[in-house]
């Protein structure tokens, strides 16, 4: 019997090849494969995840969240803070100006 870190025979007899977190797992009795397809991970759901409330539950009016891997929702959601985060401080940013200016002139032939 091959050790799991032995030959290539043991990859090249595999009956199932899977990707699980960037790396292959094999396969290679009847037992192990029945198993290894019973652990697959379920479906990411977008709806079940923190931020949906009432009264709009889950808003994705454009769609952007079907079918989307929980690494793709997560960049998603980080996104929107970010540009959110970037709108409020431009809001300031435009606002400030009419309450509060510096001192001195724009143009140096001001002075």
């Known amino acids: 019997a091959a050790m799991w870190f032995g030959s290539s ?25 029945a198993a290894a397809s019973a652990m697959k991970p379920k ?10 409330q009432a009264p709009l539950g889950f808003w994705d009016p ?3 969240c079907e079918g989307i891997t929980e690494m793709d929702f997560k960049k998603l959601r980080s ?6 985060r970037l709108a409020m401080m431009a809001t300031i940013g435009f606002i400030t100006p009419f309450y509060a200016k510096l001192p001195g002139y724009l143009s140096p032939s001001k002075d």
């Open 9 to 33: 025979a043991l990859a090249r007899n595999a009956k199932v090849v899977e990707y699980v977190d960037g790396k292959a797992r094999f396969v290679v009795d009847d037992a192990s494969a």
């Open 43 to 52: 479906a990411f759901m977008a709806k079940g995840q923190l931020g949906a």
């Open 62 to 64: 454009l769609g952007y």
């Open 79 to 84: 996104s929107e803070i970010k540009h959110g």
